[in-house]
């Protein structure tokens, strides 16, 4: 890989270019208003692969953003790697906590960063870590030292819950035969410590609408005989967890597998600062389910968060009124064995439930996902061991990410194919927030792993 | 008076093509950018006063929105009535909920109103209200029937809490002296139901803002483990009332002078059909503090309420965002003797005790107002009295409004003036909501009724 790594080193400036330019873009796919954005995205990133080398590459339509599939074929009878990523973005908003434009990326130090980082949405979620797989594939193909089969697929609707990648997957599955695949969508612990996301949570996401009267009233006027769909939404809200912050809808952990004392124990190893943590933060207390550590809250425990939430007037100034209807946003992180569906469901039927006869609800059911795990045995989970101890130095750890990545799970069901989860961010990189970013060092870090990956699990599977 | 409801009866069309001009104008004090609309209704207000026959009529600046001063003054030594009223309107939206523009008037028939009523953002609140009393004065001095001196204050920023008008009223203390202050931004119980109210409840309007993390976080990484200000914020506003919707804030009916079991009954006689009331509200129950009746929890009991919420996402589809800060509006309606400033500070106190040590919060006040109670045996309601009964044909009954008129217990304060509150609007006219209007029946009955008010005010101040 020493050819490879040398071009890495050489074009270092062009790669990043490169990815200032795709990051201009603005693929935001939950906003219909980016349509375009969307398709000039996929379009961009479909020509990329073509200079990078692979047989081919197209753009592939589905009922939603479209789909990037590039693959380039040595010899059926190698090992063949499907990289898997997304080149849609999360909505940048709010706009006015970015210290720079979210879609005009910009290098800038931080305390995490002191090399530099680059500060654009999607910048490490995930537009930056499927450029490191396109360059580290030209890397490898330019220098001849592609050990394997590669195909690639670039979806445009993950932050909206990859709806239409399920019906894409069962449509072309021969096209995506292969032997594992692999995603760059997570994050590592530190720079100086290297990890493997080892599981991931699922989601079950819904959208709650409670009304009230029939039209907003004069808060003068019915103030205090009449329902107030705001208040009733905070209490039905408030009584999702009891006083431990244990969710209390019924029957939701029956299906949550427990882990053993020493699954808790080797999780507990986890090198983790809560001084650091909170500073971090800027919070004066952390706040989790009772029995259970910071790393086991966001790791092993299914969540409940409101993502947000709105009703009455909230412009410039005071208006008393007594609204008609309010809303609210919530996602449930979930993990081994719940299941998304089943959760929506009881999530549904509980919030109806518990509705007062002087309002009416509606849940909206979002898109939802598995949670998955990934074992440290398995041959692709050592593959990527093998390839991050190469550059950093040291064995990465294995952790269980709090984040969901729901097409995993889907992965496994329709494709029959493992996939290892190995990603270069940081959880301080700001993702889905304001100012997100990915360091210089990750990003190229990203790159130098990559080609290893290849070559190890070419060795491992031979 | 018969000159005048003569001259009243012809020019009826023309009064109301001219409301309908008034109302084009978006006068919304709460949003600064309809600044300059704000000066364009009260130069249209002063002209209108300079057409009907004021001596005087100016617009007179203040740190906000300008106050309209009118006067004509025939003697010195007749009784001087001084008229409230306020050219600002509540923010239109939501919008989409209009079945016509806000503010592009049009008569509409409605069950309660088969002979039409005007459709517009302020067409009752409170520029038609003011516009009725524009046009008596024109019919009066038209007639040479006006039986008294007449002053006109109509300020614009009353749906904003009125902040300028207590300074404007100290610094014009000469000008606007007067013996009785008449306010018509109240209503009727019914069209064959006239009433007048006997008493206003207080306000105090706050704004909270709950922080968690110093940004925005991925609720994957973070989520569970870190407190969501917007389930933090659902759960202390919850937190506001007791099971009994009983307002929790220690001390906040220390203040409160309970009626007597008497003044009870005398409220219990007001017409109420629960029934109807659901049906008109299209909701299955009604919800209040247990222990009173509906009537009461509008009229003489305090309130809580959210007037608006936001925080996180809350956009199209689906994004899983542990939002940093997370927002209300809450305002308390209050009766006597609550005094706003020490229930804003017991609010604040309470609010800033009950959060938990994983946030901070922040509590703004905006602006209050004192409660008030007209006697009915004063000379001010019985003119009201009177001049009612003269044109609706029966007695108007006493009622405790819900609503609030700060700048009432402001001008017995400052000016040492009584109000009487004689409104023409009703309960289902859609006050602060999408498609407020004014029936054509109360517009023309109020043009008709004022000067009788004049009349018997006159006679029974001799």
Same mark, same amino acid.
């Given at each position: 890989?020493?050819?490879? #790594?040398?071009?890495?080193?050489?074009?270092?400036?062009?790669?990043?270019?490169?990815?200032?330019?795709?990051?201009? =873009?603005?693929?935001?796919?939950?906003?219909?208003?980016?349509?375009?954005?969307?398709?000039?995205?996929?379009?961009?990133?479909?020509?990329?692969?073509?200079?990078?080398?692979?047989?081919?590459?197209?753009?592939?339509?589905?009922?939603?953003?479209?789909?990037?599939?590039?693959?380039? =074929?040595?010899?059926?009878?190698?090992?063949?790697?499907?990289?898997?990523?997304?080149?849609?973005?999360?909505?940048?908003?709010?706009?006015?906590?970015?210290?720079?434009?979210?879609?005009?990326?910009?290098?800038?130090?931080?305390?995490?960063?002191?090399?530099?980082?680059?500060?654009? *949405?999607?910048?490490?979620?995930?537009?930056?870590?499927?450029?490191?797989?396109?360059?580290?594939?030209?890397?490898?193909?330019?220098?001849?030292?592609?050990?394997?089969?590669?195909?690639?697929?670039?979806?445009?609707?993950?932050?909206?819950?990859?709806?239409?990648?399920?019906?894409?997957?069962? #449509?072309?599955?021969?096209?995506?035969?292969?032997?594992?695949?692999?995603?760059?969508?997570?994050? =590592?612990?530190?720079?100086?410590?290297?990890?493997?996301?080892?599981?991931? *949570?699922? !989601?079950?996401?819904?959208?709650?609408?409670?009304?009230?009267?029939?039209?907003? !009233?004069?808060?003068?006027?019915?103030?205090?005989?009449?329902?107030?769909?705001? &208040?009733?939404?905070?209490?039905?809200?408030?009584?999702?967890?009891?006083?431990?912050?244990?969710?209390?809808?019924?029957?939701?952990?029956?299906?949550?597998?427990?882990?053993?004392?020493?699954?808790?124990?080797?999780?507990?190893?986890?090198?983790?600062?809560?001084?650091?943590?909170? #500073?971090?933060?800027?919070?004066?207390?952390?706040?989790?389910?009772?029995?259970?550590?910071?790393?086991?809250?966001?790791?092993?425990?299914?969540?409940?968060?409101?993502?947000?939430?709105?009703?009455?007037?909230?412009?410039?100034?005071?208006?008393?009124? !007594?609204?008609?209807?309010?809303?609210?946003?919530?996602?449930? *992180?979930?993990?081994?064995?719940?299941?998304?569906?089943?959760?929506?469901?009881?999530? #549904?039927?509980?919030?109806?439930?518990?509705?007062?006869?002087?309002?009416?609800?509606?849940?909206?059911?979002?898109? $939802?996902?598995?949670?998955?795990?990934?074992?440290?045995?398995? !041959?692709?989970?050592?593959?990527?061991?093998?390839?991050?101890?190469?550059?950093?130095?040291?064995?990465?750890?294995?952790?269980?990410?709090?984040?969901?990545?729901?097409?995993?799970?889907?992965?496994?069901?329709?494709? $029959? =194919?493992?996939?290892?989860?190995?990603?270069?961010?940081?959880?301080?990189?700001?993702?889905?927030?304001?100012?997100?970013?990915?360091?210089?060092? &990750?990003?190229?870090?990203?790159?130098?792993?990559?080609? @290893?990956? @290849?070559?190890?699990?070419?060795?491992?599977?031979?």
């Amino acid at each position: 890989m020493d050819v490879t #790594q040398d071009y890495i080193l050489k074009n270092k400036q062009r790669f990043l270019d490169e990815l200032f330019e795709l990051l201009r =873009i603005p693929s935001v796919s939950a906003d219909s208003k980016h349509k375009d954005d969307m398709v000039a995205t996929a379009n961009f990133i479909c020509n990329s692969f073509l200079k990078a080398g692979a047989d081919k590459a197209q753009v592939m339509q589905t009922d939603g953003h479209p789909v990037v599939y590039a693959e380039k =074929i040595l010899d059926p009878s190698l090992p063949t790697i499907l990289v898997y990523g997304h080149y849609d973005v999360q909505p940048p908003d709010p706009l006015e906590l970015w210290t720079s434009p979210p879609f005009e990326p910009v290098i800038k130090t931080t305390d995490i960063h002191p090399e530099g980082a680059i500060f654009a *949405r999607g910048s490490c979620d995930d537009k930056g870590q499927v450029w490191m797989h396109v360059k580290a594939f030209e890397a490898m193909v330019s220098s001849s030292e592609l050990p394997c089969n590669v195909k690639f697929m670039i979806e445009g609707e993950e932050e909206v819950g990859s709806p239409n990648l399920g019906p894409f997957c069962r #449509q072309h599955k021969d096209l995506l035969k292969a032997d594992v695949i692999l995603v760059s969508d997570t994050g =590592i612990i530190a720079n100086d410590t290297p990890s493997i996301d080892a599981g991931l *949570r699922g !989601l079950s996401y819904v959208e709650v609408e409670v009304t009230g009267a029939n039209r907003d !009233l004069h808060s003068g006027i019915y103030g205090g005989a009449v329902a107030n769909p705001i &208040n009733v939404l905070c209490e039905m809200i408030a009584s999702l967890k009891d006083a431990n912050k244990h969710i209390t809808i019924p029957g939701f952990y029956d299906d949550l597998l427990e882990l053993s004392s020493e699954e808790r124990a080797a999780l507990g190893k986890t090198p983790f600062d809560l001084e650091a943590y909170k #500073q971090d933060l800027d919070i004066n207390d952390i706040e989790g389910e009772a029995g259970y550590t910071t790393i086991e809250r966001t790791g092993i425990r299914p969540t409940l968060d409101v993502n947000g939430i709105w009703g009455g007037y909230i412009g410039e100034g005071a208006k008393t009124v !007594l609204p008609s209807k309010a809303y609210a946003k919530i996602s449930m *992180r979930l993990v081994p064995h719940q299941r998304p569906e089943a959760i929506t469901a009881l999530f #549904q039927k509980y919030f109806e439930a518990i509705a007062p006869a002087s309002v009416t609800v509606k849940v909206k059911p979002h898109h $939802g996902g598995k949670p998955v795990v990934v074992p440290t045995n398995s !041959l692709e989970y050592k593959a990527a061991e093998m390839a991050m101890k190469k550059t950093f130095g040291k064995d990465p750890i294995p952790t269980r990410s709090g984040g969901s990545i729901p097409i995993i799970a889907l992965f496994e069901e329709v494709l $029959g =194919i493992k996939s290892v989860l190995m990603g270069f961010g940081l959880d301080s990189d700001a993702l889905h927030s304001p100012n997100e970013h990915f360091g210089l060092f &990750n990003f190229y870090k990203g790159i130098e792993t990559i080609p @290893y990956y @290849y070559q190890y699990y070419s060795q491992l599977k031979k």
